[in-house]
């Protein structure tokens, strides 16, 4: 068991070369209750926070989520605004929702509290999978409305039923079982393999994914698997009642154990030889099959697009070696303030969004991009000296600055990538260094590099590829300038009022969300807040309200 877990948390250091974790922007939706608010609502989200919420998930496709969210929309008639209530309540008349039965308007006390628990303990049930006692429920509303002759109420029953009825039958398969179940198929060719895997909860597939692996052509179909379930359920943040295999897995027994003390209860690992679990792996080899031949196709060819981007890029600049790490930074401000400095990675022409990292300028006041960019990269490369030692000396990085590119690209010019080589000579490290050059519109016109110029056509794969790190680089530092300015506006607004220091400030944001939420508040919503006294309420309310005189 401990050796199984230190391979994991080796695998997720190391990276081997067919590692399946794909780690990159991709975080699966889940459904949010707001169940810590006064009236509730039903909202998309991609965070998990610790804020007594109800989550359903992960829908591993943007059309199953849509589609549960368009169904207790149009079934169940909850608020969408983000009032806040008691604070907010007959701020406004009733929206359109409301108007349209869409909505009870609990803005304007429409609807009790308790009417509207009533209504979000439906949708709980409906998203617990509970559909059949929904139905049921239903249906005798229906059947009592229509012999009260209600015949308008008891048709709105009977449109509900048949909703819920098909939205059902699409995620239904032959199984007698209503356990929670993960089916992993694999489908392998030559030196790449697919494995997919499909998400039964409740007798019903809520969602599937697959994953493509490669180098896999020494690997038997075992290790894959094993491999795979390893990792995969490392990372998830639910582990099924049964997991049901094609092939049985290396050292089955430790793996049930350690994945049963994950999910704090037993955990069954199936490899079925007949009945209704071997036609569900067959229905899943199947898809995994489909799968490969369609995305090994398409992944074949992007992988062609990024070698020949590369090898474009290699050629136009007469470089004999690799460009299987490129670092690329940015610097942004306003007017000198608040600068900030960005790193992306790109490893074999993708963007590997686990190494990248922000840095805030410390020594440099000013608009002086040049001593900027120096700073950014003395910090960036003295991390992997000290990483280097480390290494060295105890075999163990904890960091993940280890790694050395191939090459850097700066966005800017010839002064740019001065002030770099002008760091890496220092340190004495020996890292290629390459402008991106913008044209008058501040758009991707060149490469700068040994004093020259260099151009591609646009058409090409390698021009697109330069405008994409560009283009990333970019991105990445102006988010972080942003955040970053949001801040300081937020600390510079507080600090002016009088009796309002670190503690006090961290109190009103963890309630109120912003400045403009604290600025609307009612001096008894002030009081009320942790760290905050009647006097140094009066004193907040007062500032925002002499403010907007």
């Given at each position: 068991?401990?050796?199984?877990?230190l391979?994991?948390?080796?695998?997720k250091?190391?990276?081997?070369?067919?590692?399946i974790?794909?780690?990159?922007?991709?975080?699966?939706?889940?459904?949010?209750?707001?169940?810590?608010?006064?009236?509730?609502?039903?909202?998309?989200?991609r965070?998990?926070?610790?804020?007594?919420?109800?989550?359903?998930?992960p829908?591993?496709?943007?059309?199953?989520?849509?589609?549960?969210l368009?169904?207790?929309?149009?079934?169940?008639?909850?608020?969408?605004?983000n009032?806040?209530?008691?604070?907010?309540?007959?701020?406004?008349?009733?929206?359109?929702?409301?108007?349209?039965?869409?909505c009870?308007?609990?803005c304007?006390?429409?609807?009790?509290?308790?009417?509207?628990?009533?209504?979000?303990?439906?949708?709980?049930?409906?998203?617990?999978?509970?559909?059949?006692?929904?139905?049921?429920?239903?249906?005798?509303?229906?059947?009592?409305?229509?012999?009260n002759?209600?015949?308008?109420?008891?048709?709105?029953?009977?449109?509900?039923?048949?909703?819920?009825?098909?939205?059902?039958?699409?995620?239904?398969i032959?199984?007698?079982?209503?356990?929670?179940?993960?089916?992993?198929?694999?489908?392998?060719?030559?030196?790449?393999?697919?494995?997919?895997?499909?998400?039964?909860?409740?007798?019903?597939?809520t969602?599937?994914?697959?994953?493509?692996?490669?180098?896999?052509?020494?690997?038997?179909?075992?290790?894959?698997?094993?491999?795979?379930?390893?990792?995969?359920?490392?990372?998830?943040?639910?582990?099924p009642?049964?997991?049901?295999?094609?092939?049985?897995?290396?050292?089955?027994?430790?793996?049930?154990?350690?994945?049963?003390?994950?999910k704090?209860?037993?955990?069954?690992?199936i490899?079925?030889?007949?009945?209704?679990?071997?036609?569900?792996?067959?229905?899943?080899?199947?898809?995994?099959v489909?799968?490969?031949?369609?995305?090994?196709?398409?992944?074949?060819?992007?992988?062609?697009?990024?070698?020949?981007a590369?090898?474009?890029i290699?050629?136009k600049?007469?470089?004999?070696?690799?460009?299987?790490?490129?670092?690329?930074?940015?610097?942004s401000?306003?007017?000198?303030?608040?600068?900030?400095?960005?790193?992306?990675?790109f490893?074999?022409?993708?963007?590997?969004?686990?190494?990248?990292?922000?840095?805030?300028?410390?020594?440099?006041?000013?608009?002086?991009?040049?001593?900027?960019?120096?700073?950014?990269?003395?910090?960036?490369?003295?991390?992997?000296?000290?990483e280097?030692?480390?290494?060295?000396?105890t075999?163990?990085?904890?960091?993940?600055?280890?790694?050395?590119?191939?090459?850097?690209?700066?966005?800017?010019?010839?002064?740019?990538?001065?002030?770099?080589?002008?760091?890496?000579?220092?340190?004495?490290?020996?890292?290629?260094?390459?402008g991106?050059?913008?044209?008058?519109?501040?758009?991707?016109?060149?490469?700068?590099?040994?004093?020259?110029?260099?151009?591609?056509?646009?058409?090409?794969?390698?021009?697109?590829f330069?405008?994409?790190?560009?283009?990333?680089?970019h991105?990445?530092?102006?988010?972080?300038?942003?955040?970053?300015?949001?801040?300081?506006?937020?600390?510079s607004v507080?600090d002016?009022?009088?009796?309002?220091?670190?503690?006090?400030?961290?109190?009103?944001?963890?309630?109120?969300?912003?400045?403009?939420?604290?600025?609307k508040?009612?001096?008894?919503?002030?009081?009320?807040?942790?760290?905050?006294?009647?006097?140094?309420?009066?004193?907040?309310?007062?500032?925002?309200?002499?403010?907007?005189?």
């Amino acid at each position: 068991m401990e050796a199984l877990i230190l391979e994991n948390n080796l695998i997720k250091e190391n990276k081997p070369k067919y590692n399946i974790l794909l780690k990159d922007d991709k975080t699966y939706p889940y459904i949010k209750i707001t169940t810590n608010e006064l009236y509730p609502r039903v909202v998309k989200t991609r965070k998990i926070l610790k804020d007594n919420a109800k989550y359903y998930g992960p829908y591993t496709h943007g059309i199953v989520i849509r589609e549960n969210l368009d169904l207790i929309r149009e079934l169940w008639p909850l608020r969408t605004c983000n009032q806040k209530f008691p604070r907010d309540y007959f701020k406004t008349r009733p929206c359109l929702n409301y108007h349209i039965g869409k909505c009870n308007a609990p803005c304007n006390k429409l609807i009790s509290e308790e009417e509207y628990n009533e209504i979000v303990s439906e949708v709980i049930k409906f998203l617990n999978g509970n559909q059949d006692s929904i139905l049921k429920e239903f249906t005798e509303k229906m059947n009592d409305a229509s012999k009260n002759l209600n015949f308008e109420k008891a048709a709105s029953y009977r449109d509900k039923i048949t909703a819920i009825k098909a939205l059902s039958e699409k995620q239904k398969i032959d199984t007698n079982s209503n356990e929670n179940q993960d089916v992993i198929a694999l489908a392998k060719s030559f030196n790449e393999a697919l494995v997919q895997i499909f998400f039964i909860r409740g007798g019903k597939i809520t969602g599937r994914e697959h994953f493509i692996l490669n180098n896999v052509e020494n690997i038997s179909r075992e290790e894959v698997i094993t491999a795979f379930v390893q990792q995969f359920y490392s990372e998830t943040t639910f582990i099924p009642s049964d997991i049901i295999l094609e092939t049985n897995l290396i050292q089955a027994d430790i793996i049930k154990t350690w994945l049963s003390s994950l999910k704090g209860s037993n955990v069954n690992i199936i490899v079925p030889k007949k009945g209704d679990k071997l036609k569900l792996v067959n229905m899943v080899s199947k898809n995994a099959v489909i799968m490969l031949e369609q995305f090994g196709e398409q992944m074949k060819k992007e992988l062609e697009k990024q070698y020949s981007a590369l090898e474009e890029i290699k050629s136009k600049l007469n470089i004999n070696f690799n460009l299987d790490r490129i670092e690329a930074y940015d610097i942004s401000n306003t007017n000198g303030f608040d600068s900030v400095g960005s790193m992306v990675v790109f490893e074999k022409g993708k963007p590997k969004y686990s190494d990248y990292r922000k840095f805030k300028i410390r020594s440099v006041f000013g608009p002086n991009d040049y001593a900027s960019i120096e700073e950014v990269i003395e910090r960036r490369f003295m991390r992997y000296l000290k990483e280097k030692e480390e290494l060295e000396e105890t075999g163990i990085s904890k960091e993940k600055f280890i790694k050395l590119p191939n090459m850097i690209f700066i966005d800017g010019g010839k002064g740019q990538i001065k002030s770099v080589q002008n760091v890496l000579k220092r340190l004495n490290i020996d890292v290629e260094v390459c402008g991106m050059v913008k044209d008058d519109n501040h758009r991707t016109r060149a490469l700068f590099y040994n004093n020259q110029e260099i151009s591609f056509k646009k058409s090409s794969e390698a021009f697109k590829f330069i405008t994409r790190v560009q283009d990333e680089v970019h991105r990445f530092a102006i988010e972080y300038h942003k955040k970053l300015r949001s801040e300081n506006l937020t600390k510079s607004v507080l600090d002016q009022i009088e009796g309002v220091g670190e503690g006090r400030k961290t109190s009103l944001l963890k309630k109120f969300g912003s400045i403009d939420e604290i600025r609307k508040a009612s001096l008894e919503e002030l009081e009320n807040t942790n760290k905050i006294n009647k006097k140094v309420a009066e004193s907040i309310y007062k500032f925002f309200k002499s403010e907007n005189l």
